[in-house]
């Protein structure tokens, strides 16, 4: 007489692999605002103020320093969410995601190039030497 009823079966994010649909429907938007964010920061962000700065080198510093730290952020944020859609077994997402961190891990390489090639010391001088 007394029917017991199934227990509910818990779903685990990591049980089944996210519908295609829905991860390409996160990927593509996703991976398109990332990419354009990198692209108008590098723009409108980083090369604007060189601009503004008229050839002042606190001011290219600071920008340079700013554009980095964001880029910093980025690449930070992305890489979580990367993780988060590994755990929903997104493979597209995560794909996505990993494209756009190589994309500003190469842009922090780049910057970071640029700094050490700036603020190099001239050649012959000695590091720690009063006159450098």
């Known amino acids: 007489m007394?029917?017991?009823f199934p227990a509910p079966e818990r779903r685990r994010p990591w049980s089944r692999r996210t519908r295609l649909g829905v991860d390409l429907?996160?990927?593509i938007p996703l991976f398109l605002l990332e990419?354009?964010?990198?692209?108008?920061?590098w723009i409108y962000g980083y090369g604007l103020e060189l601009w503004a700065a008229?050839?002042?080198k606190a001011r290219i510093d600071v920008a340079s320093l700013a554009h980095t730290g964001r880029v910093r952020v980025l690449l930070i944020s992305v890489l979580i969410v990367a993780v988060l859609a590994a755990v929903f077994r997104a493979r597209w997402t995560v794909i996505a995601h990993l494209l756009v961190a190589l994309?500003?891990?190469?842009s922090l390489t780049l910057a970071q190039y640029d700094w050490e090639r700036r603020h190099a010391p001239?050649?012959?001088c000695v590091r720690y030497s009063a006159n450098c």
């Open 54 to 56: 008229q050839g002042e």
């Open 2 to 4: 007394t029917d017991a």
């Open 35 to 41: 990419t354009a964010w990198l692209v108008v920061d």
């Open 122 to 124: 001239p050649p012959g």
């Open 25 to 27: 429907a996160l990927a």
């Open 103 to 106: 994309l500003a891990y190469g």
